[in-house]
């Protein structure tokens, strides 16, 4: 059943011209998965944010912080090397993303185009 099923697929090549005109091949058509230049540049710059506001954490939330999310290790892996239990690390973890979503809504933005104005109401005494 298997070789019945095989036959009835045909390979087609990614540098095959396609369509009516046959202007683009498929490969031409498949969108790039790799991340933009403006992607690299903008991760670059909230890593090295990111880095900034965990100095202010604490040393113990710093360390889970930096070895779960910067660095990426696992949950076991970073309990393991701060020789501490999986929950432990857990909440570590927990509490230095809430410090840090304060810290991020609390600093200023130099970009003007992300900086969020509002309108306060003027209270007239009468």
């Known amino acids: 059943m298997q070789l019945r099923k095989r036959s ?3 390979l087609t090549s990614l540098d095959e011209p ?12 498949l969108a790039d998965q790799r991340p933009t230049p403006e992607d690299e540049c903008r ?12 100095s202010q954490l604490s040393p113990s939330l710093r360390k889970a912080f930096q070895l779960r999310d910067l660095d990426g290790l696992t949950t076991r892996e970073a309990a393991h090397i701060l020789g501490v239990a999986e929950g432990t690390v857990k909440a570590q973890l927990a509490r230095a993303r809430a410090k840090l979503r304060r810290l991020i809504g609390r600093t200023p933005r130099t ?6 104005t509002y309108a306060t109401p003027r209270i007239s005494e009468k």
């Open 8 to 10: 009835h697929r045909t």
């Open 18 to 29: 396609i369509g009516e005109k046959q202007e683009h091949t498929i490969a031409e058509l």
């Open 43 to 54: 991760n670059y710059e909230l890593r090295a944010r990111l880095k900034e506001l965990a």
């Open 111 to 116: 970009q003007p185009h992300l900086r969020r």
